[in-house]
């Protein structure tokens, strides 16, 4: 009876453990189709509110995901202000005042631009391969699109901003179409959706990403990808304080 339940035992830890396996490389494959080696775009970013909204465009590089600088083009007040993440270190750099702050990670969970998108949402800091556990705990349709839900629990040693995660990806296409944002009190903060499938160079991907904050009515933040490229020439250098001051 012991050795029986103890092979149970065994062979529910081997089923977890290939479970769980899973449910990374699924976040894995999903966050490699949307950020490739390299990458270089251009988005809009529209702020809706409940009596105003304004635009706000720009380009981005990157480089995996620990490389990323995006430089605002429009509008005049904004054009020329440059966000790097370099690794474990960002820095905005404001040209009207010629000046280059680093951004600590106390700030990471601060608006980015006035939107409803986080410093860290637009530049990754955090890994949601390696920072988090994950764990398949449903399926469901999202836009069409069969999908497995996925949670991501923090690593207990990750500094990251979301105390859970909840992830929608197509099964087949692997795009990330839905994403849920909890607090370290697991209280629900904002949904994430993405839609409008288009070709990007390689690959299809969403072009419409959208953030709606769950407790201010009417008030939501849309990105459109209007073009990417993936996989093209940029060196490590292309990410440094100094090209902050010149990119263009």
């Given at each position: 009876?012991?050795?029986?339940?103890?092979?149970?035992?065994?062979?529910?830890?081997?089923?977890?453990?290939i479970?769980?396996?899973?449910?990374?490389?699924?976040?894995?494959?999903?966050?490699?189709?949307?950020?490739?080696?390299?990458?270089?775009?251009?988005?809009?970013?529209?702020?809706?509110?409940?009596?105003?909204?304004?635009?706000?465009?720009?380009?981005?590089?990157?480089?995996?995901?620990?490389?990323?600088?995006?430089?605002?083009?429009?509008?005049?007040?904004?054009?020329?202000?440059?966000?790097?993440?370099?690794?474990?270190?960002m820095?905005?750099?404001?040209?009207?005042?010629?000046?280059m702050?680093?951004?600590?990670?106390?700030?990471?969970?601060?608006s980015?631009?006035?939107?409803?998108?986080?410093?860290?949402?637009?530049?990754?800091?955090?890994?949601i391969?390696?920072?988090?556990?994950?764990?398949?705990v449903?399926?469901?349709?999202?836009?069409?699109?069969?999908?497995?839900?996925?949670?991501?629990i923090?690593?207990?040693?990750?500094?990251?901003?979301?105390?859970?995660?909840?992830?929608?990806?197509?099964?087949?296409?692997?795009?990330?179409?839905?994403?849920?944002?909890?607090?370290?009190?697991?209280?629900?903060?904002?949904?994430?959706?993405?839609?409008?499938?288009?070709?990007?160079?390689?690959?299809?991907?969403?072009s419409?990403?959208?953030?709606?904050?769950?407790?201010?009515?009417?008030?939501?933040?849309?990105i459109n990808?209007d073009?990417?490229?993936?996989?093209?020439e940029?060196?490590?250098?292309?990410?440094?304080?100094?090209?902050?001051?010149?990119?263009?």
């Amino acid at each position: 009876m012991i050795k029986r339940t103890s092979l149970t035992i065994t062979w529910l830890l081997i089923f977890t453990a290939i479970f769980a396996q899973d449910a990374k490389e699924i976040v894995k494959k999903a966050n490699d189709l949307a950020v490739g080696k390299t990458s270089r775009g251009t988005m809009t970013m529209t702020i809706a509110r409940p009596t105003w909204s304004r635009t706000v465009s720009m380009k981005s590089w990157s480089m995996g995901n620990d490389y990323y600088m995006i430089l605002i083009t429009e509008p005049a007040r904004d054009k020329g202000q440059v966000f790097l993440k370099r690794e474990s270190d960002m820095w905005n750099y404001v040209p009207s005042i010629n000046r280059m702050i680093k951004i600590p990670p106390s700030m990471m969970s601060q608006s980015w631009m006035g939107s409803d998108f986080t410093n860290d949402d637009l530049v990754k800091m955090n890994s949601i391969v390696e920072d988090y556990k994950h764990s398949i705990v449903g399926e469901e349709n999202v836009g069409g699109y069969d999908c497995w839900k996925i949670q991501l629990i923090p690593n207990e040693d990750a500094a990251v901003v979301w105390g859970k995660i909840n992830l929608w990806i197509a099964k087949k296409e692997y795009y990330e179409l839905k994403v849920e944002y909890y607090d370290e009190d697991m209280s629900l903060v904002t949904i994430q959706t993405a839609s409008n499938i288009k070709q990007f160079g390689d690959r299809k991907l969403p072009s419409v990403m959208e953030m709606v904050p769950i407790d201010k009515p009417g008030q939501k933040t849309i990105i459109n990808t209007d073009e990417v490229e993936f996989n093209v020439e940029i060196p490590e250098s292309f990410f440094s304080q100094q090209n902050m001051k010149q990119v263009k």
